[in-house]
């Protein structure tokens, strides 16, 4: 099992210490470094900042939101940062929620997600083999793209830069039965959201008859500490606002999978704690249960018991949200 690191997003302005954890990740061994975005900090400029201050350590986005950008575009950011690297570059892409796609990104969500996101990986394999012009007639996306009047004018182009890799790997974020199916037919790997090495089952059939290769990589908080409660906190943060804040009513996918889960009166629990406004309650109603489940809280020792629950399933690579230098090379003497 490798690891890597997973930095997420900015809050309110750059995150101080990103660069200084991504560098001694590198230097202890793991594998890559992941960047995201929500609706502020973009995925691919801190992973540019990071290339050009690292030699060694693989760049990802998790996740690159589709909403954000025409599959071309994304594709265009990958291939450059690709050659930039050095061959570095792992393209992690998801669909985002609807309150995300329609309330920031000011587009209608797809009323077929299944659809719209193979048709975007296509598109962005298309570009990167550069074996002709790229050209789709689908039902979100078609290349080239006729008029007002219905006619096309334009001929399909073919990417004027020659791809590093063709085979740069594609990882999808995904959390319905289908889409994570979907997934292990059009991408490299998966991006698991609330990954449980205790509910393995949850996804038994998606996983069935993954190809040799396919990348299984799940995020989980990993904490060294002593108090497991307070250790969990910050999971249960982000679990509020992941289930509340970004869904509580159409399109609630994240709540759905927690439901699937086995935990699907908490989470509509937690959902109208959130909708009513009262959401330091919402964080509180978290489960500890589900919350250490999902991550990696506690003593060197507890740590490192539990570590063999996640090496014996699918798990090909672990994207630790670590807080701290300290939490990172303690993973990396037990993992590596």
């Known amino acids: 099992m490798r690891l890597g690191l997973a930095l997420g997003h900015w809050g309110r302005g750059p995150t101080p210490g990103h660069l200084d954890l991504a560098r001694e990740a590198e230097r202890i061994g793991y594998h890559s470094v992941w960047t995201g975005e929500t609706w502020g900090s973009d995925a691919f400029t801190p992973l540019v900042w990071i290339a050009a201050h690292t030699s060694r350590i693989h760049l990802g986005t998790a996740v690159a939101q589709m909403a954000a950008r025409t599959p071309v575009a994304t594709a265009m950011h990958a291939l450059t940062l690709d050659h930039l690297s050095g061959g570095r570059m792992m393209l992690g892409l998801g669909l985002s929620q609807p309150p995300v ?7 209608p969500f797809p009323a077929s997600p299944l659809a719209a996101a193979r048709e975007y990986v296509e598109i962005v394999r298309q570009v990167l083999r550069r074996e002709a012009p790229v050209e789709l007639d689908g039902r979100y996306h078609r290349h080239p793209h006729p ?9 399909p182009l073919k990417s004027i830069t020659h791809p590093l890799r063709a085979d740069l790997p594609i990882l999808l974020g995904a959390e319905g039965p289908k889409n994570v199916a979907q997934t292990t037919r059009i991408a ?6 609330y990954w449980s090495p205790l509910r393995t089952d949850v996804h038994k059939e998606a996983l069935t008859g993954l190809a040799k290769g396919f990348t299984v990589a799940p995020m989980a908080r990993a904490q060294v500490c002593d108090d497991i409660s307070e250790g969990l906190l910050p999971v249960k943060a982000m679990l509020g606002s992941y289930l509340g804040g970004t869904g509580h009513t159409t399109g609630a996918f994240h709540a759905d999978l927690m439901a699937r889960m086995g935990y699907e009166s908490e989470a509509r629990h937690i959902q109208a704690l959130f909708a009513q406004g009262r959401r330091r309650e919402a964080v509180l109603a978290v489960p500890d249960a589900f919350a250490d489940e999902i991550s990696l809280v506690g003593p060197r020792e507890r740590i490192a018991e539990r570590l063999e629950l996640w ?15 300290q939490t990172l090379r303690v993973m990396a003497e037990l993992v590596l």
């Open 101 to 107: 796609v329609e309330g920031w990104y000011g587009r």
């Open 188 to 193: 490299d790997g998966w991006l698991p959201l």
């Open 311 to 325: 090496r014996s399933g699918p798990v090909t690579d672990l994207l630790l949200t670590s807080p701290d230098l």
């Open 147 to 155: 008029g007002e009047d219905g006619t096309v004018r334009a001929e």
